[in-house]
């Protein structure tokens, strides 16, 4: 089992910059697909970008060329770089683990953190 706690988010301005992290305690990050989702209010959960181990990182066409995700492994940490944010990305940012099935963006991953909030004004 993995426990998944997040942080990094707060309000900025269009343009701006965040970096988002994902603690995760338990087992090593390593044995799992890492997701980041995000859902905005009124709006389905959304998969943001997803990393696994011996593969390349995936990510929604939405965010593709500003964001990055990358997982330390000797930090058990997961990341989220945003750049060039925008209003359209203010949401509560989520980190998730599975270990079945597709690595993809279906939002049934078996481990999911609290969230944090990022919100972008104009």
């Known amino acids: 089992q993995v426990q998944l706690v997040e942080s990094g988010g707060e309000s900025v301005q269009s343009g701006g910059s965040l970096r988002l992290s994902c603690g995760a305690s338990g087992d090593p990050i390593s044995y799992y697909c890492m997701g980041w989702f995000r859902q905005a209010p009124g709006k389905e959960r959304e998969g943001v970008a997803r990393?696994?181990?011996?593969?390349?990182?995936v990510y929604a066409d939405s965010v593709k060329g500003r964001f990055t995700i990358s997982r330390h492994i000797d930090e058990n940490m997961l990341y989220l770089e945003m750049n060039d944010l925008k209003p359209g990305d203010t949401a509560m940012y989520y980190c998730a683990a599975r270990t079945q099935g597709i690595c993809g963006f279906r939002t049934d991953y078996t481990h999911w953190g609290q969230g944090t909030q990022v919100t972008v004004s104009s």
């Open positions: 990393t696994i181990s011996g593969g390349a990182p």
